[in-house]
């Protein structure tokens, strides 16, 4: 069974940073695609980036490119989303997401609130 539990949410000022994390167990994120979602109070969820199942290619919605970086650490089976430059519309629960690149099945956490103050 594969969980995802993230972390590294909280409180921050609107122009400050938070780093997240999605540490995934029961199997290798090797043979997954790893996105972020966000769902902002009152809204519905949306995407905020991928990372391919090789690391190698990143994508991000418009909203955040430029201020959020998605990574991976295969050693620790780890995805993170580095957050800089804070705004108040980012204020939302964080959702990490693991789809199997084969059989497209896939898994969620159970979320870490973000809220940006102004």
């Known amino acids: 069974q594969v969980q995802l539990v993230e972390s590294g949410g909280g409180v921050v000022e609107a122009g400050g940073s938070l780093k997240l994390s999605c540490v995934v167990s029961g199997r290798t994120i090797s043979n997954y695609s790893m996105d972020w979602f966000r769902r902002p109070p009152g809204k519905e969820r949306e995407w905020v980036a991928q990372?391919?199942?090789?690391?190698?290619?990143?994508h991000y919605a418009d909203s955040v490119k430029g201020r959020f970086t998605i990574s991976r650490d295969v050693a620790k089976n780890t995805v993170y989303l580095q957050m800089n430059n804070l705004k108040p519309e980012d204020t939302a629960v964080y959702y990490c997401n693991a789809r199997h690149v084969g059989t497209r099945r896939e898994y969620w956490g159970q979320g870490t609130q973000v809220t940006v103050s102004s």
């Open positions: 990372i391919s199942r090789s690391g190698g290619v990143t």
